[in-house]
Structures are given as C-alpha cells and as structure tokens.
DNA sequence: GGGTCCAATTTGTAAAGACAAATGCCGTGG
DNA sequence: CCACGGCATTTGTCTTTACAAATTGGACCC
C-alpha cells in the first residue's frame, strides 16, 4: 500500500469523486496541469490516470475542451464464464461427453450464419457439459473444415470441442447472441428435462479475419445461467 | 494513416501476428528493447504497446521472464444495450409506458438481492417499453429511499425509472444475472404474450459504497434479445 | 548432486522536455 | 450584429533518462 503507483492514485482519487457523486455528469474533472500540481507529479502521470479513466469509460476527454464527467451506462460490459470454470467454481463434478462427431452439411439457418455458400466440408460435433448428474449444457457446432483442417484430426471424446478450438485456432472475431426458448422434444430429450421447459441459448460465431470459423449453439436448461458483469 | 501514433501500429502489428496465428498460445512476444530496435522508437512507446495488449488480455507479462501469448477465451465480455437504443436501433418506435408507481415492502426474494432488513421505505416502480405495438420489455424496480431520497421528487411517468437513476445517481458497482423462465400467468398478462412462453429475464442490482441502492427485474418476451460481443 | 544465493535481464513507474493536433474563445473586420 | 480567423489552452504522442521491483538462471558452495 505504501508501494501503490501515483497514477493509481490518482484514478482512485477521481473515481472515488465520481462513485460518491460529488461529481456527476457532465462536471469538469480537473486538468491534466492541475492534477499534476495538486498530486505533485509529472503531467504523464496525471495524464495516464486520465487516460485510463477514458479508457473505461468514466471520462470523456475533447482538446481545448478539457476531460468532463462521461453519461454512464448505455450499457453494460458482462462476462461469459467458460462452462468448466463455472461447474466447477459451483464446487460439483464436471464431466463433457461426445455424442456425435461426423461430417455433415449444416441447414440453411446454419449456413446464413456463417456465410458460406459452399455445402458440406464441415465437422460436426455434438457434445453435451455434465454439472454433477445434470446436463447444464448441450452443445452443437460447426467446424468450417476448408478454415480449419486441422479439426480431422482431433479427438473431440477427450476434449470439447470448445476448448480444442480456443487452444489451436486463432480468431480475429467472436460474435454473440443470447435468447430464450421454450425446448421443443428433442431439446428436452438431449437435455433430459420436461418439454416446454425455458431454455438459455447461446450463439456463437467466430471468424478469422472474414472468413466464418464456427458455429456454436450452446443451450442451458432453464435455471440459472448467472453472468457477473465486469468490474474494472 | 499517416498519422497513426507508433504505438498503435506496434499493437496492430503483434495483434495481427497472433490473430493470424503466427504466434500461438505460449509464444514469448519480442521484449521491449527488441520491439524498440525493431520500430525504432523508444522503449516507453513498445512498453506502451504491449502494457495496453495486456490490458486487454491478449499476452501476459512477467517481470524477467517476458511476455507471452495469453491462453484465450477463458471468458468474453459481452455488452447489453440500453432498451431504447436497441428498439430505436431496429427503426421501431420506442414507448414507455408507466404502471405503477407506489410504496411498498418488498418481497423477501428481493430484500435479500437488496441486503436490506429495514422493511418498508422503498419505491416500487413499474412499468413497460414498448417496441411499436410489442411489449419489449417489462421492468419491476425496487428504489432504496434511505439512500435515494431524491426519487420521490422525479416524475416517472415521463421518464423511465432505468434513465432517471443513470442520470441521477451515482453507483459504484453494478451486478448482473441472466436467467430464462417461462411466462406464468401474471407474466404472461403483463408482457401480453401466451403462459409459458419462455422469457428472458435480467436482473440487475446497483450498489454506492456497501448499500443496495435499486433492485430491478426486467423480462423480455421469448424471442430475441441479441447480445453483441464488444471488440476491441 | 543438490541446494542456496547473487546478479543480470526484463518489466513497471516516473520525470522533464518537446512538439503536434484540435478546438473553444475572443477580437477584429465587414 | 454576425462571420471569420488567429491565438491560447488542453489533450495526445514521443524521446531520453533514471531507478525500482521481480524473477529466472547460473554460479558457487556444501
């Protein structure tokens, strides 16, 4: 604590002004000359505490027009936990079992979503995320094998295919989407639950520059799907 | 072009290398001193570089041992748009419509996401967006009074609860929790949809220093809810 | 052979100086 | 009174220099 960095410093010192409100939106923060006179350090260091405030989107900053309190949240920064690390941080045996690894040629919805014309040449895998004797996860997913020929030779029984991607895949890109579903009779099968019980589904492409990598669409039976939002 | 600041071509650069997959998981990064002879800039400008490449969990950096390529994807962060800029966004017409707005105590489930004993002194705030003839979404919001006095005061018939608390009151952390749920009766009135379409359910608590300052419970109807990836 | 300690390497923070870029403000001129 | 333009202010970037902190690798000793 004696060894905290000035700039550090001086973000808490804002921040603390900003959280407790005794600056509010759209208030003048003090310059970058002023700080540094009223911490007695360098410009850069007070200009590195702004910047980093900037950067998290706390401040706005304008030349000439000096750094002002920034609107805060139209929105929200949120954290997708990976499925393992959630099981197990529940503190309950996690377990992923392969049900289907074969080529096959993805349906149109599928298809759009990666933006390729070219039918078949890809992997598909089916998987589904044990949490103790429950499934918390389905998983189906798309391999674009002309991106990724590598995927031929894995062995998708001992690793998920989640994690085989994130570790020998680069990606420039990841788009998400999240949605409600009620689960139709397979859904419910694959997920050993009622039928018409609410689901979480998530989707996910990954693309490497612009070429669509794969297609994921994970599903979470109804309960809790807890997503902590980002504290910076 | 011409006027890209050294240290952003020096982050393109190793960000391209890693995104492309030139450098792989585990690969050790050029040091400062390398990166400097290679730009021909100073070190602070390479230290700059990889410190914001850092920042953003791209490579991990150890004093004597360097900087490595950073295993990805352990998590993503995902934003949530404000209501209307997302209805606005679709070219709908955006409506909020106020339901209720009255003193209340609130249900123990509440209470407990609140962590407050105090019964009673809250405002009990409802009301609905509209995107054009839907229902969007439908929002129960609880408001500390003790640490937000001030609410009483403001006209939630003109502005919805959500924007008047932005503008108005400072927070320091913020908690959010996705879950899916299918539409009982009295959700199924309220978002006018059929029982047991599945919702999605958003629950967020605002917190200033250790106090609960607002609980708020937000249900969209079944269908989408897009959720885009951030990039940075 | 193994354990321990030192030192070199690498990152982290900071200062002072300098110039560039943007832009609000004010003064001048029409 | 209004419009335009220059100036001063503020942020943005970069260099050089300096020292601190952490940790690994190897030397050295037992």
Known sequence: MAD???????????????????????????GEEQL??????????????????????LVVRKR????????????????????????????VAYRYELLACRHAVPGAAISEALSVDAKGRHLNVVGRHWAG?????????????????AALEADFSTVSANQWLLENVPSSSVDHEISALAADARAATALEVEPGTALLRIERVSHLGQNAITHAAMLHPGALFSLKSERR
């Open 4 to 30: 905290t960095p000035i700039y550090q410093l001086v973000k808490d010192a804002l921040r603390a002004r900003i959280e407790s409100g005794a600056l509010v939106t759209g208030d003048m923060v003090p």
């Open 36 to 57: 540094a006179a009223d911490f007695n350090c360098s410009r850069l260091t007070a200009h590195r505490a702004l910047r980093e405030l900037a950067d998290e989107g």
């Open 64 to 91: 000439r027009a000096g750094t002002q309190v920034a609107a805060r949240g139209s929105g929200v920064l949120i954290r997708i936990p990976s499925v393992r690390e959630e099981i197990e941080g529940r503190g």
């Open 133 to 149: 004797n429950r499934v918390f996860q389905h998983d189906t997913r798309w391999i674009n094998l002309i991106q990724v020929p």
